[in-house]
């Protein structure tokens, strides 16, 4: 797997950036605070259905943001979560928040680290189930080496499960969702100035640049299986979460889709990976 490009400061830019809209996206619309105070799950209905009962089962989510789909988990039963992020606002919005819905730290925990050093930072040495995804894997430049670390997690009989958006998109125009105007197999890094945020484009923002990089399904999927984890399923779905091209809408279940007088593609895909020995 050839190796991706990556500007020096990649990590420490895009640290900036997320620690800068933490503030922003705990107080947003988007993530909406009050609701999860109430309902206390965000989760998406394929994800509570692939992944299955958590009851009694321990989780790590690996770069968790500040803690809503982790804490969602504990409120389907998990018996222990910890999620870990590189952004420490983040985290300590993780810790403010399960504490006010009474999770004490021993049924949720949080760490600050980078997700290549998960394996030193977390309190346990496995987990019944490491969850990540949704927009997690486009921060980081080698995969193998994520892979690696994730799979080191996975208890013995556990899974890793991984929900993302389909890489097919970022070789689309953002337009119309319907021409190839970018390189599948780019290795570049994508090296952008944007300021706001997904929760508010119009938010004044200082710490704007950000370093991603896209990974082809078949490099995830080989990366996952050359960690030693078993594939169990490869799933992809013809929805997404947000209106990612102006040719989507949003339907009654929630998701954005492709009108009826389009062909579907492939918009996120999901998939389990077993540790079997």
């Not at 790590?60 to 809503?68: E, P």
């Not at 953002?174 to 390189?183: A, N, P, Y």
């Not at 399923?233 to 339907?251: I, N, S, Y």
Request: glycine share 8%; with cysteine; aromatic share 12%.
């Amino acid at each position: 797997m050839r190796q991706h490009t990556s500007p020096d400061d990649w990590r420490e830019a895009n640290r900036a950036r997320w620690d800068e809209r933490v503030a922003l996206h705990t107080a947003s619309d988007f993530y909406d605070q009050e609701r999860f105070r109430r309902v206390r799950d965000v989760l998406r209905d394929f994800e509570i259905a692939e992944v299955g009962d958590v009851t009694g089962r321990s989780l790590l989510h690996l770069q968790c943001h500040f803690g809503q789909d982790t804490l969602s988990w504990a409120h389907r039963g998990a018996a222990r979560v910890v999620g870990l992020d590189f952004s420490e606002p983040a985290v300590e919005a993780a810790r403010e928040l399960a504490a006010e819905l009474g999770y004490a730290s021993d049924r949720a925990a949080f760490v600050a680290a980078d997700v290549y050093d998960a394996a030193e930072a977390v309190p346990d040495a496995a987990y019944d189930i490491v969850y990540t995804g949704i927009g997690a894997l486009n921060w980081l430049p080698d995969l193998e080496r994520w892979a690696d670390t994730a799979a080191s997690l996975v208890a013995p009989g556990g899974f890793l499960y991984l929900a993302e958006f389909h890489p097919l998109c970022d070789a689309l125009d953002d337009e119309t969702g319907s021409r190839i105007v970018h390189d599948y197999f780019s290795r570049d890094a994508w090296v952008g100035e944007t300021p706001g945020s997904y929760t508010d484009f119009g938010a004044p923002t200082v710490n704007n640049r950000s370093v991603e990089w896209q990974h082809p399904l078949g490099d995830v999927v080989s990366a996952l299986a050359g960690a030693g984890l078993r594939i169990d399923f490869l799933h992809e779905h013809d929805m997404t979460m947000f209106q990612r091209f102006t040719a989507l809408r949003r339907d009654r279940d929630g998701y954005h889709r492709f009108g009826p007088d389009r062909p579907r593609i492939p918009l996120m895909y999901s998939l389990k990976a077993s540790r079997t020995g």
